[in-house]
């Protein structure tokens, strides 16, 4: 009986610590403030310290649509053209094979360099995408341009991605200057005519 009576004065003896202040913060501490929204706000970072404010420097830093430039559509070949009329500096198709499945052509008319092969980039809206890209000479050897071919694919899709956005696409080949494109309704019409079947 005795036993109880003595371990009770003992257990409050070692739960009176657990009522005081046990944890290493100041008095004088100061919490954030409350319009302090991830870090958005930190400075002196010679990058930025968030994906938005990533994002946000990234498409600032593209320069705008080449020229003025905008896109066309032409419903009957499923086709989005940007350029001037009748010399687009890139195009996308949705082709209709006879036998077999739809298939994206990416055209970028600049004159190809010897070698023939090379990656198109399209960068934009966040995303970033990559497709093989072969030199198509014009007959008689004067000039031609860059083509791709995609099948409706994963590529596809993350090519896709890249217009899905409000932002502008920058389309490159390796060696060869840029072409910065607004995601328009065109080629995002195009891509899904391919991609939905």
Same mark, same amino acid.
């Given at each position: 009986m005795l036993k109880p009576f003595i371990l009770a004065p003992l257990l409050a003896m070692l739960a009176l610590p657990a009522c005081g202040k046990?944890?290493?913060?100041?008095?004088?501490?100061v919490g954030p403030a409350d319009g302090l929204i991830g870090d958005a706000s930190a400075t *002196? @970072?010679?990058?930025?310290?968030? +994906? $938005?404010?990533?994002?946000?420097?990234?498409?600032?830093?593209?320069?705008?649509?080449?020229? *003025? @430039?905008?896109?066309?559509?032409? +419903? $009957?070949d499923r086709i989005a053209l940007f350029g001037p009329p009748g010399t687009p500096a890139f195009s996308i198709?949705?082709?209709?094979?006879?036998?077999g499945p739809k298939e994206l052509l990416f055209v970028r008319s600049i004159s190809p360099s010897a070698g023939g092969k090379g990656t198109l980039?399209?960068?934009?809206?966040?995303?970033i995408a990559s497709v093989p890209i072969s030199a198509v000479a014009n007959p008689g050897g004067l000039g031609g341009d860059w083509r791709a071919v995609v099948s409706p694919?994963?590529?596809a899709r993350d090519v896709a991605e890249t217009f899905a956005g409000p932002g502008p696409v920058e389309v490159s080949i390796s060696g060869y200057p840029p072409l910065v494109v607004p995601s328009g309704g065109e080629p995002r019409r195009v891509l899904a005519e391919c991609l939905n079947g």
């Open positions: 046990t944890d290493p913060v100041d008095d004088d501490a *002196g @970072l010679a990058t930025p310290a968030n +994906a $938005a404010t990533s994002e946000a420097l990234m498409q600032a830093a593209l320069p705008p649509a080449a020229g *003025g @430039l905008t896109w066309a559509y032409r +419903a $009957a198709q949705c082709q209709v094979q006879r036998e980039s399209f960068t934009g809206n966040g995303e694919n994963d590529i």
